[in-house]
């Protein structure tokens, strides 16, 4: 099945957004133009490559959904492996892109894309998943992890909102979740993250418990076209462009 759907947050967001899923599936290296054939040559085993690929893919149709063309485009990674959408080197284009995010998870890969400016975090699992009792301080402390003891059926819900929000802040497991504390509540809710604020919304979708989580920050990669253009500008202030123009009458 080569079809993908678009999942709409219960609360809108303050930007434009757009969220979406397909099923993992095996796919074709070649028909996935976002896919790096070094990145997935390094998968050894092929639940991953599926994964991966159906992720990529998946990203290309909400990126022509999005308005964009993704044969322009490339993905490249921070430091953290947070993914960021750029241009194709040589291509000197440099019209604001969105940020995104991609996940997958029980069968399924999401990608959510925001506008320039801000950054996402989706994830999804299935709500019939259960964690372990055992990983509950993995993942919580204090306060949060003796309520979520005493509620074990939210696990999931926090789990899915932590990675949300991970990914948001561009950190992935960088950021510790034990350090993210969720409120428990409908509706958009706001989570202070050093000196990030992140909002964030969970809920439940055809079976599967999603949570999307962003924030008014991004972080942008620098390509070599940027440094030459600050180079050239650079060069451009420090010149002296003296204007004047001498003209000189032999009439009385």
């Known amino acids: 099945m080569n079809s993908f759907e678009e999942i709409f947050p219960p609360h809108p967001l303050p930007v434009r957004a757009m969220c979406f899923r397909c099923p993992v599936m095996p796919r074709e290296l070649e028909n996935v133009s976002l896919a790096s054939a070094d990145e997935v040559a390094t998968f050894v085993v092929e639940k991953r490559r ?55 998870s029980d069968g399924w890969a999401y990608v959510a894309l925001i506008e320039a400016g801000w950054s996402i975090g989706i994830d999804g699992e299935s709500a019939q998943r259960g964690i ?19 509620h074990p059926e939210q696990a999931i819900r926090l789990w899915t909102s932590k990675e949300s929000v991970q990914k948001a802040m561009q950190l992935g ?41 962003w924030r008014s920050e991004s972080m942008m990669l620098r390509t070599a076209e940027d440094d030459l253009l600050d180079a050239t500008r650079k060069a451009m202030q420090e010149q002296d462009w003296g ?5 000189t009458s032999g009439r009385v």
Not at 71 to 92: F, K, M, N, Q
Not at 134 to 150: I, P, R, S, T, V
């Open 173 to 213: 497991m960088h950021l510790n979740p034990r350090e993210i504390v969720i409120p428990i509540e409908e509706g958009i809710c706001n989570i202070p993250i050093e000196n990030s604020k992140i909002q964030l919304q969970n809920w439940e979708f055809s079976g599967s418990r999603i949570a999307l989580a």
């Open 243 to 247: 204007v004047g123009c001498k003209t």
């Open 132 to 150: 372990s009792p055992n990983a509950f301080d993995l993942m919580c402390k204090g306060e949060e992890l003796a309520w979520l003891k005493n």
């Open 50 to 104: 599926d994964e991966h690929l159906s992720g990529r893919w998946l990203l290309g149709h909400a990126l022509t959904q999005w308005g964009l063309n993704d044969d322009v485009l490339e993905i490249r990674r921070t430091e953290h492996r947070a993914p960021i959408l750029s241009y194709l080197p040589g291509l000197w284009l440099n019209t604001p892109l969105p940020s995104i995010s991609i996940g997958h």
